[in-house]
C-alpha cells in the first residue's frame, strides 16, 4: 500500500470532523449567551470524530455528553445531534450496536427533558425528539447495511484470491502430472534403445580390441555420442520428475554448452566430417539459456550437414560481441538457392530457441554454394570475462 493510500481514509475523516465542527460553530455564534465552554464542547465532539476507525467507541464517549450540554444550554435544536449521529453510524458499522443504544437512548432522553420546561403545548419538543429518533433509528440501520456489504465484498475478494490459488495449484499439480508423463515416456521409449546401441558399440569396440584390430573411428564415434545421450537424457528425466520449475531451474545447462563445444566437433570430425572452430572476441561467462542454445544450433547445424551435405566441410564461428553472441555454421555442400530446403523439426527447434531468446536466426542456402546457419543471441551485462580464444585446428 502506498503512503497516499495510508493517508487517504485519515484525510476524508478530518475533512468530515472539519465540517461538523464549522457548522455546529456557525450555529453556536448565532445562539444567545453562547460562551467559550460551548465552543470547547462543540470542537471536542466533532474534531473526536477523527478517530473512529482506531477507536470506535471514543466518539461516542466524547460526542455524546458535549452534545448535551449544547442541546441544555443553547437549545440548537437538531443540529446538536449532528455528532452523535455519525459517532452512532460508526459504531454500528463497527459492531458496537449495544453501546450506541445507549448513547442514543441517553442523548436523545437528556435533550428532551432539557426542552421539557420550554414546552408549550404546541408538541414543538416531542415532534423535534421524534425526528431525532426517526435520525438515529436510521443512521443505524444505514450502518447495519454498510457493514453487511462490507463483509459480502470481504467474502467475495477472499473467495476470488481462494479461487486462483486453487486454479494455479490445479495448474501446478497438471503440469507435475505432465512431466511425470512426459518422463515415462522419454524412459520407455529412448533409454532402452540407447543403452542398446551404447553396449552394442562397447562389446564390437571390446572384441575388435581384443582380436588386435583398428576400432572405426565411426564406431568409436557411436559409442562416445550413445554415452553422451544417456548423461543427457537420464539429466532431463531427474529434472522432469523432481524439478516444479518455481526456481526457474531445468537442469539442461549443467550438461551441454559452449564448454563442450570441443567434444561436439571432435565427435563430428571422427564420423568424417571436416569442421573447423573459430572463436572470436573476448570469451566471457554466458546466460544459461545463450550457452545451452548456442551449443544446440552447432550440435543441430552439425548433424544437417552429416545427413545431407555428403563430403561437405563446416566451418564453425563463435562471435563473442559486446551484446550478443553470433553463431555460425557454413557448409560448401550443394544445397541450391532457387531451391531451398524444407525446414525440419531441427531447423523449426533452432528458430524456437532463438525466438524465446529474442534473437535472430538466419537458415538458408549461400549464394556461393552450400549451407548457412547464422544466429545472433543477445547477451546481458558481461559477467566474467577471459582470454579470447583463438582458432581451432
Known amino acids: 500500500m502506498s503512503s497516499l493510500d495510508r493517508w487517504r481514509p485519515l484525510a476524508r475523516d478530518g475533512l468530515l470532523a472539519a465540517t461538523v465542527a464549522v457548522l455546529l460553530s456557525l450555529a453556536v455564534f448565532e445562539s444567545p449567551g453562547a460562551g467559550a465552554l460551548d465552543l470547547a464542547a462543540v470542537l471536542a465532539g466533532s474534531l473526536v470524530l477523527v478517530t473512529w476507525r482506531w477507536a470506535p467507541l471514543l466518539p461516542l464517549l466524547v460526542t455524546t455528553p458535549c452534545m448535551l450540554v449544547i442541546a441544555a444550554h443553547l437549545q440548537t435544536g437538531p443540529p446538536a445531534a449532528f455528532p452523535v449521529l455519525v459517532s452512532v453510524f460508526f459504531a454500528v458499522r463497527a459492531s458496537h450496536r449495544l453501546a450506541a443504544a445507549l448513547a442514543s437512548v441517553v442523548f436523545l432522553g437528556g435533550n428532551l427533558l432539557a426542552n421539557l420546561p420550554d414546552f408549550d403545548g404546541s408538541g414543538e419538543s416531542l415532534g423535534t425528539t421524534t425526528l431525532l429518533v426517526g435520525w438515529f433509528l436510521a443512521a443505524g440501520v444505514t450502518a447495519t447495511v454498510a457493514q453487511h456489504r462490507q463483509a459480502y465484498v470481504e467474502q467475495v475478494e477472499k473467495r476470488a484470491a481462494e479461487a486462483e490459488r486453487t486454479r494455479e ?61 544417456m548423461r543427457e537424457l537420464r539429466a532431463t528425466l531427474e529434472v522432469l520428475r523432481h524439478s516444479d520449475g518455481s526456481d526457474g531451474s531445468d537442469g539442461e545447462a549443467q550438461v551441454s554448452g559452449l564448454d563442450r563445444l570441443g567434444d561436439l566437433v571432435e565427435r563430428a570430425r571422427s564420423t568424417g566430417l571436416p569442421a573447423t572452430v573459430t572463436i572470436s572476441g573476448t570469451r566471457r561467462e554466458l546466460p544459461a539459456e545463450v550457452d545451452r542454445a548456442a551449443y544446440r544450433i ?11 551435405s555428403g563430403g561437405a566441410a563446416a566451418a564453425v564461428r563463435i562471435d563473442y560481441a559486446d551484446d550478443e553472441l553470433v553463431v555460425q555454421v557454413d557448409d560448401d555442400g550443394q544445397a541450391d538457392p532457387d531451391a531451398p530446403p524444407v525446414p525440419g523439426t531441427g531447423l523449426l527447434g533452432m528458430r524456437e530457441r532463438v525466438a524465446a531468446l529474442g534473437g535472430r536466426l538466419r537458415a538458408e542456402p549461400r549464394p556461393e554454394g552450400g549451407f548457412t546457419v547464422r544466429a545472433e543471441l543477445p547477451l546481458g551485462e558481461p559477467v566474467r570475462p577471459e582470454l579470447a580464444l583463438g582458432e581451432l585446428s
Not at 552447432?298 to 545431407?308: D, G, I, K, M, Y
Open 298 to 308: 552447432v550440435q543441430e547445424a552439425l548433424t544437417n550437414v552429416s545427413r545431407h
Open 169 to 229: 495449484e490445479m495448474a501446478r499439480r497438471r503440469a507435475g502430472e505432465e512431466r511425470l508423463r512426459i518422463a515415462r515416456e522419454l524412459h520407455d521409449s529412448l533409454t532402452h534403445s540407447i543403452s542398446v546401441i551404447k553396449v552394442q558399440a562397447g562389446v564390437a569396440v571390446h572384441l575388435a580390441r581384443k582380436r588386435g584390430e583398428e576400432v572405426p573411428a565411426a564406431l568409436l564415434a557411436i559409442q562416445e555420442a550413445s554415452a553422451d545421450a
